[in-house]
C-alpha cells in the first residue's frame, strides 16, 4: 500500500543546484550547509549526494556525529561550535571543525592538554547579533586562540550576512567591509557567503562559501523562485483527494468556520495537513494542484487533511493525484501564503510522510 501523503527527493537535482554554487564562485571551497536534517530532506541522503564539496557544514555536534558514524570523511564544521568541555569531546573523537565564538568557549579550550588536535574557525559578529566576536574583540580573540595548544592547522575566519536576501539593502556591503577591516593584517581563510551571498553579492565570495537554502533549488529571495536562479527543486510533496462532494451556499467549510460558500460549488478533501507539514496559516485562495491542474485551499488547514474548491475541476473523484508542491508549484510561493519563508516548509515535514528517492 502506497501511503497518501509522500515527498519525492530528486537527488540528481542536488548535484544540478551545485553546479550554480560553483559557476557562480568558480574560485572558492565549497562548505555545502545540511544542518537541520538537511533542510528536511535527509542528513544522509543530501551527503551522499553531495558528492566533490570541500567540507560539510551543520549547526550541532551531534548532527557531525551522524555523518561520522555513517562514514563521511569529509571535513565537518558545526557552526554552533562547542557547549562545553564534553561536547568538545566529541568534537576530538570525531574530528569535527568547531566554530569558537566566544570567550567562555576561548576559556575552556585554554584549559585543554592536548596537542594539535581541533580545527577551528574563528566568528567575527559583523552585525548580525547573533554568534560571534564582536570586531573590537576580535584582534584579542584571535591571539588568544593562537595560543590553544589544542588548536591545529591555521584559524579560519568567518562572519554571517544578517540582509543578504535584500539586494538592495546597504547592511551587506557594510558587514563585508568590517568583517575585512577587522581582519586586515590576519592571515588565514575567509568566509562570508551564504546562499544569497553566492548569489546576489560578488563582493561576499571569499576562500570558502557556505550555500545551504539553494542546495535544494530553493531560492533565498523573496521575490524570486529557485526555477528562477536556473535551480532545481530537491523536494515534491504529494497526496491525494479522499473525498469530493458538494457544499452548499452559505455553508462554511472546516474548524471555525472561516470559509463560508459564496456559491453552490465541489469540494475536495486531500489526504495532508499540518500533521505532515503543510502549513497551517496557508491562507484560502492558496494554489494547489489537483489532476496537474490549480485550485484554491478553502478552510482551515486541520492536522490530517485539507479541502479544496473544485469548481474548476468537476472531473475530479477520490484517488486522483495532488500537489502541494514541486518544480510545478514552487514552495515560494506556497511560503508567501503561508506568511513564511520556504526553508521552514521543507524543514518542518514530519515523520508521517513516507519519502520516496528518485535520481531524476
Ligand atoms: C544556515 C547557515 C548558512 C546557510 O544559509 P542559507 O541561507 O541556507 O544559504 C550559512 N552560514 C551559517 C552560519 C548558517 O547558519
Known sequence: MNPAAYAVLNTEAVKHNMSIVRR??????????IKANGYGH????????????????VARADE?????KAGFAQPITVLEGF???EELDAFLQQG???????FQQLEILETR????????WLKIDTGMNRLGFRPADAAGACQRLRQCRIIAGPIRFMTHLANADDKNDGKTVQQIALFNDTLAGHAGERSIANSAGVLAWQEALS?????GVMIYGISPFPELTGKELGLHPVMGLYSQLIAVKPV???ETVGYSGTWRCAESTLLGVIAIGYGDGYPRYARAGTPVLVNGRRVPLIGRVSMDMITVDLASEPGAKPGDPVTLWNDDLPVEEIAQCADTIPYTLVCGITQRVQIIEREN
Open 24 to 33: 557562480h564562485a568558480p574560485d572558492a571551497k565549497i562548505m555545502a550547509v
Open 42 to 57: 535527509g542528513l544522509l541522503r543530501i551527503a551522499a549526494a553531495l558528492t566533490g564539496v570541500d567540507a560539510f557544514a
Open 64 to 68: 557531525g556525529i551522524r555523518l561520522r
Open 83 to 85: 557547549r562545553n568541555s
Open 96 to 102: 569535527l571543525d568547531t566554530v569558537v565564538h566566544s
Open 113 to 120: 592538554p592536548e596537542s594539535a588536535k581541533l580545527g577551528a
Open 207 to 211: 576562500d570558502w562559501v557556505r550555500p
Open 248 to 250: 452548499y451556499k452559505g
